[in-house]
Protein backbone atom coordinates (compact mmCIF):
# COMPACT_ATOMS: atom_id res chain seq x y z
CA UNK A 1 0.00 0.00 0.00
CA UNK A 2 1.26 3.53 -0.95
CA UNK A 3 2.66 5.32 2.30
CA UNK A 4 2.09 9.33 2.28
CA UNK A 5 5.46 11.17 2.15
CA UNK A 6 3.79 14.37 3.36
CA UNK A 7 6.43 16.37 5.41
CA UNK A 8 8.89 13.51 5.50
CA UNK A 9 12.61 14.12 4.61
CA UNK A 10 13.87 13.36 1.16
CA UNK A 11 16.21 10.81 1.90
CA UNK A 12 17.80 9.31 -1.47
CA UNK A 13 19.78 5.84 -1.11
CA UNK A 14 21.83 4.86 -3.96
CA UNK A 15 23.94 1.14 -4.49
CA UNK A 16 26.31 -0.43 -7.10
CA UNK A 17 29.34 -1.81 -7.57
CA UNK A 18 32.84 -0.23 -7.99
CA UNK A 19 33.09 2.66 -10.70
CA UNK A 20 29.62 2.50 -11.73
CA UNK A 21 29.23 6.14 -11.48
CA UNK A 22 27.03 6.24 -7.94
CA UNK A 23 29.24 8.66 -6.35
CA UNK A 24 29.05 10.98 -9.52
CA UNK A 25 25.51 10.59 -9.39
CA UNK A 26 25.02 11.16 -5.54
CA UNK A 27 26.96 14.46 -5.80
CA UNK A 28 24.81 15.71 -8.88
CA UNK A 29 21.51 15.05 -6.85
CA UNK A 30 22.38 16.08 -3.52
CA UNK A 31 23.34 19.38 -4.97
CA UNK A 32 20.34 19.74 -7.07
CA UNK A 33 18.07 18.78 -4.15
CA UNK A 34 20.07 20.82 -1.75
CA UNK A 35 20.76 17.84 0.66
CA UNK A 36 23.74 16.87 2.23
CA UNK A 37 25.55 13.66 1.12
CA UNK A 38 27.60 10.91 2.62
CA UNK A 39 29.37 8.68 0.30
CA UNK A 40 29.67 5.59 2.78
CA UNK A 41 32.38 4.13 0.89
CA UNK A 42 34.77 6.87 2.52
CA UNK A 43 33.86 5.66 6.02
CA UNK A 44 35.25 2.03 4.76
CA UNK A 45 38.26 3.72 3.35
CA UNK A 46 39.11 5.27 6.69
CA UNK A 47 39.40 2.18 8.65
CA UNK A 48 41.40 0.64 6.04
CA UNK A 49 43.43 3.60 5.56
CA UNK A 50 44.17 3.65 9.69
CA UNK A 51 44.78 0.16 10.03
CA UNK A 52 47.13 0.32 6.71
CA UNK A 53 49.20 3.37 8.19
CA UNK A 54 49.52 1.34 11.72
CA UNK A 55 51.24 -1.36 9.74
CA UNK A 56 48.36 -3.64 11.06
CA UNK A 57 46.78 -6.53 9.31
CA UNK A 58 43.25 -5.59 7.62
CA UNK A 59 41.65 -8.47 9.56
CA UNK A 60 42.62 -7.66 13.31
CA UNK A 61 39.59 -7.48 14.61
CA UNK A 62 40.17 -5.54 18.22
CA UNK A 63 41.91 -2.86 15.93
CA UNK A 64 39.97 -2.97 13.37
CA UNK A 65 36.65 -2.34 15.41
CA UNK A 66 38.63 0.94 17.16
CA UNK A 67 39.19 2.38 13.74
CA UNK A 68 35.63 1.87 13.08
CA UNK A 69 34.90 3.93 16.32
CA UNK A 70 37.02 6.77 15.84
CA UNK A 71 35.73 7.64 11.90
CA UNK A 72 34.41 11.04 12.52
CA UNK A 73 31.89 11.92 9.53
CA UNK A 74 33.04 15.45 9.47
CA UNK A 75 36.83 14.84 8.62
CA UNK A 76 36.57 11.84 6.14
CA UNK A 77 39.76 13.43 3.23
CA UNK A 78 38.33 12.01 0.29
CA UNK A 79 41.83 12.86 -1.39
CA UNK A 80 43.71 10.85 0.99
CA UNK A 81 41.77 8.09 1.12
CA UNK A 82 41.02 7.72 -2.98
CA UNK A 83 43.97 5.66 -3.59
CA UNK A 84 43.32 2.39 -5.41
CA UNK A 85 45.00 0.69 -2.64
CA UNK A 86 42.90 1.74 -0.15
CA UNK A 87 39.92 0.97 -2.04
CA UNK A 88 40.82 -2.86 -1.95
CA UNK A 89 41.59 -2.78 1.65
CA UNK A 90 38.17 -1.01 2.48
CA UNK A 91 36.29 -4.21 0.45
CA UNK A 92 38.13 -6.58 3.18
CA UNK A 93 37.68 -4.77 6.20
CA UNK A 94 34.22 -4.48 5.43
CA UNK A 95 33.32 -8.01 5.71
CA UNK A 96 33.74 -7.85 9.33
CA UNK A 97 30.41 -8.00 11.11
CA UNK A 98 31.08 -5.15 14.04
CA UNK A 99 33.08 -2.78 12.06
CA UNK A 100 29.91 -2.62 9.66
CA UNK A 101 27.47 -2.44 12.72
CA UNK A 102 29.77 0.91 14.01
CA UNK A 103 29.48 2.40 10.67
CA UNK A 104 25.90 1.64 9.96
CA UNK A 105 25.35 3.23 13.19
CA UNK A 106 26.92 6.37 11.84
CA UNK A 107 25.46 6.42 8.91
CA UNK A 108 22.02 6.33 9.90
CA UNK A 109 22.47 9.41 12.13
CA UNK A 110 23.27 10.87 8.82
CA UNK A 111 20.87 9.88 7.06
CA UNK A 112 18.58 10.85 9.80
CA UNK A 113 18.81 14.70 9.51
CA UNK A 114 16.28 16.49 9.26
CA UNK A 115 17.02 17.99 5.71
CA UNK A 116 17.28 14.54 4.28
CA UNK A 117 20.28 13.06 2.85
CA UNK A 118 21.67 10.94 -0.10
CA UNK A 119 23.88 8.55 0.61
CA UNK A 120 25.62 6.05 -1.83
CA UNK A 121 27.51 2.69 -1.36
CA UNK A 122 26.63 -0.70 -1.18
CA UNK A 123 23.65 -1.58 1.45
CA UNK A 124 21.95 1.72 1.83
CA UNK A 125 19.03 0.86 0.17
CA UNK A 126 18.82 -2.72 2.28
CA UNK A 127 20.37 -2.18 5.58
CA UNK A 128 21.37 1.54 5.96
CA UNK A 129 18.13 3.08 4.97
CA UNK A 130 15.34 0.53 4.05
CA UNK A 131 13.24 3.38 4.27
CA UNK A 132 14.32 5.90 2.22
CA UNK A 133 12.21 7.74 -0.08
CA UNK A 134 13.99 6.75 -3.18
CA UNK A 135 16.15 3.73 -4.20
CA UNK A 136 18.67 3.45 -6.96
CA UNK A 137 20.66 0.82 -8.05
CA UNK A 138 23.21 1.79 -10.19
CA UNK A 139 24.97 -0.67 -12.66
CA UNK A 140 27.20 -0.47 -15.37
CA UNK A 141 28.96 -3.61 -17.42
CA UNK A 142 32.56 -4.54 -16.14
CA UNK A 143 34.12 -3.35 -19.17
CA UNK A 144 32.72 -0.06 -18.74
CA UNK A 145 33.50 0.73 -15.07
CA UNK A 146 37.31 -0.65 -15.96
CA UNK A 147 37.42 1.79 -19.01
CA UNK A 148 35.84 4.67 -16.62
CA UNK A 149 38.54 3.91 -13.92
CA UNK A 150 41.58 3.95 -16.42
CA UNK A 151 39.93 7.49 -17.91
CA UNK A 152 40.04 8.45 -14.74
CA UNK A 153 43.81 7.75 -13.44
CA UNK A 154 44.94 8.93 -16.62
CA UNK A 155 43.14 12.43 -16.13
CA UNK A 156 45.33 12.71 -13.06
CA UNK A 157 48.20 12.01 -15.18
CA UNK A 158 48.65 8.52 -13.58
CA UNK A 159 48.96 4.94 -15.88
CA UNK A 160 46.88 2.02 -15.62
CA UNK A 161 46.93 -1.52 -17.64
CA UNK A 162 42.87 -1.96 -18.93
CA UNK A 163 43.39 -5.76 -17.69
CA UNK A 164 44.43 -5.49 -14.42
CA UNK A 165 41.90 -2.64 -13.86
CA UNK A 166 39.37 -4.82 -14.84
CA UNK A 167 40.33 -8.08 -13.08
CA UNK A 168 40.43 -5.71 -9.79
CA UNK A 169 36.83 -4.79 -10.80
CA UNK A 170 35.43 -8.21 -10.88
CA UNK A 171 37.51 -9.32 -7.92
CA UNK A 172 36.02 -6.54 -5.95
CA UNK A 173 32.59 -7.56 -7.12
CA UNK A 174 33.06 -10.91 -6.14
CA UNK A 175 34.23 -9.41 -2.81
CA UNK A 176 31.07 -7.24 -2.06
CA UNK A 177 28.13 -9.67 -3.79
CA UNK A 178 29.91 -12.88 -2.21
CA UNK A 179 29.93 -11.45 1.68
CA UNK A 180 27.83 -13.05 4.19
CA UNK A 181 26.77 -9.96 6.16
CA UNK A 182 25.08 -7.23 4.06
CA UNK A 183 26.44 -7.88 0.38
CA UNK A 184 25.49 -5.66 -2.57
CA UNK A 185 22.04 -5.99 -4.33
CA UNK A 186 19.90 -4.17 -5.02
CA UNK A 187 16.48 -3.75 -3.00
CA UNK A 188 13.63 -5.40 -3.76
CA UNK A 189 12.27 -1.89 -4.46
CA UNK A 190 14.91 -0.38 -5.91
CA UNK A 191 14.99 1.66 -9.38
CA UNK A 192 17.65 -0.14 -11.82
CA UNK A 193 19.60 2.37 -13.35
CA UNK A 194 22.32 1.07 -16.31
CA UNK A 195 24.09 3.35 -16.94
CA UNK A 196 26.29 1.70 -19.92
CA UNK A 197 25.37 3.93 -22.66
CA UNK A 198 24.56 6.79 -20.24
CA UNK A 199 26.85 9.45 -20.08
CA UNK A 200 26.49 11.54 -16.70
CA UNK A 201 23.96 14.14 -17.93
CA UNK A 202 21.83 11.16 -19.39
CA UNK A 203 22.13 9.14 -15.93
CA UNK A 204 21.77 12.59 -14.04
CA UNK A 205 18.57 13.08 -15.78
CA UNK A 206 17.10 9.43 -15.80
CA UNK A 207 17.80 9.57 -11.84
CA UNK A 208 16.12 13.10 -11.62
CA UNK A 209 12.66 11.60 -13.00
CA UNK A 210 12.51 8.71 -11.12
CA UNK A 211 12.75 11.12 -7.49
CA UNK A 212 10.83 13.58 -9.24
CA UNK A 213 7.59 10.94 -9.97
CA UNK A 214 8.23 9.45 -6.95
CA UNK A 215 8.04 12.69 -4.77
CA UNK A 216 5.38 13.94 -7.14
CA UNK A 217 3.14 11.11 -6.39
CA UNK A 218 3.96 11.48 -2.87
CA UNK A 219 4.34 7.88 -2.19
CA UNK A 220 6.80 5.26 -1.63
CA UNK A 221 7.57 3.05 -4.99
N1 LIG B 1 27.54 7.84 -16.75
C1 LIG B 1 28.85 8.03 -16.82
N2 LIG B 1 29.48 8.06 -18.01
C2 LIG B 1 30.82 8.21 -18.10
N3 LIG B 1 31.64 8.36 -17.04
C3 LIG B 1 31.07 8.34 -15.84
C4 LIG B 1 29.67 8.17 -15.65
N4 LIG B 1 29.40 8.20 -14.32
C5 LIG B 1 30.59 8.37 -13.71
N5 LIG B 1 31.59 8.47 -14.59
C6 LIG B 1 33.03 8.60 -14.31
O1 LIG B 1 33.46 7.31 -13.90
C7 LIG B 1 34.38 7.40 -12.81
C8 LIG B 1 33.80 6.61 -11.60
O2 LIG B 1 32.64 7.30 -11.15
P1 LIG B 1 32.30 7.38 -9.60
O3 LIG B 1 31.09 8.24 -9.49
O4 LIG B 1 33.50 7.73 -8.80
O5 LIG B 1 31.89 5.84 -9.34
P2 LIG B 1 31.59 5.08 -7.98
O6 LIG B 1 31.25 6.10 -6.93
O7 LIG B 1 30.45 4.18 -8.32
O8 LIG B 1 32.85 4.31 -7.67
C9 LIG B 1 34.57 8.89 -12.56
O9 LIG B 1 35.73 9.32 -13.22
C10 LIG B 1 33.34 9.53 -13.16
O10 LIG B 1 33.59 10.84 -13.62
N1 LIG C 1 28.06 1.03 2.14
C1 LIG C 1 29.23 0.49 1.80
C2 LIG C 1 30.21 1.26 1.14
C3 LIG C 1 31.41 0.67 0.83
N2 LIG C 1 31.66 -0.61 1.22
C4 LIG C 1 32.97 -1.25 1.00
O1 LIG C 1 34.00 -0.29 0.83
C5 LIG C 1 34.70 -0.52 -0.40
C6 LIG C 1 35.10 0.83 -0.98
O2 LIG C 1 33.92 1.52 -1.32
P1 LIG C 1 33.90 2.77 -2.32
O3 LIG C 1 32.46 3.12 -2.54
O4 LIG C 1 34.79 3.83 -1.80
O5 LIG C 1 34.54 2.16 -3.63
P2 LIG C 1 34.38 2.65 -5.12
O6 LIG C 1 33.07 2.11 -5.61
O7 LIG C 1 34.39 4.15 -5.11
O8 LIG C 1 35.55 2.05 -5.79
C7 LIG C 1 33.73 -1.33 -1.27
O9 LIG C 1 34.40 -2.17 -2.19
C8 LIG C 1 32.96 -2.13 -0.24
O10 LIG C 1 33.60 -3.34 0.09
C9 LIG C 1 30.68 -1.34 1.84
O11 LIG C 1 30.88 -2.51 2.15
N3 LIG C 1 29.49 -0.77 2.15
Keep these: MATPLAASPLVI ?5 AASGKGTLARRLADYYHLPHLDTGLTYRAVAHML ?13 VEAANLVDLSRLDRTALSAHAVGEAASKVAVIAEVRRILVDKQRAFAAQPSGAVLDG ?6 VCPH ?6 VTASAEVRARRRLAEIEAKDGTGDFATILADIER ?6 GRADSPLRPAADAHLLDTSEMDIEAAFLAARTIVDDIVATGSEA
Design 172 to 177: RDERDM
Design 52 to 64: LTKGWPLGDMPHA
Design 132 to 137: ATVKLY
Design 13 to 17: AIDGP
Design 122 to 127: RDIGTV
